[in-house]
């Protein structure tokens, strides 16, 4: 089982509380946006083999967005953060390279 800690309430939280948002840090085009971003949206995403950030939102809790950087080969999570900033903070990015040294970055 899945579990993450909210960064905006602090509960830790099992994934059947969670309702997953898909790829974090990408452009999200709507309503007049060009058939092209709009395609680039709905079907063009990032699916590694290892670490990946996505957005989540505490359906059963505070009810707000935020991000988690996790392994998809493990589940191992790296850690959460705001939904509100554009790239993830330096010190998660820094936990993530010392257990995976091979990794390429954001």
Known sequence: MLLLT???CGIKADETELHPGGEAHITRHGAG????????YLFHR???KGVHFER???AMGCGKWFHAARATDTLEVFGTY???VFE?????????KLKRPDWEGF
Request: glycine share 4%; charged share 30%.
């Open 6 to 8: 909210c960064p905006n």
């Open 33 to 40: 946006a060009s058939d092209s971003d709009f395609e680039g």
């Open 46 to 48: 990032k699916n590694p």
């Open 56 to 58: 989540w939102r505490h």
């Open 82 to 84: 705001s939904a509100q």
């Open 88 to 96: 993830p903070p330096n010190d998660l990015i820094e936990k993530i």
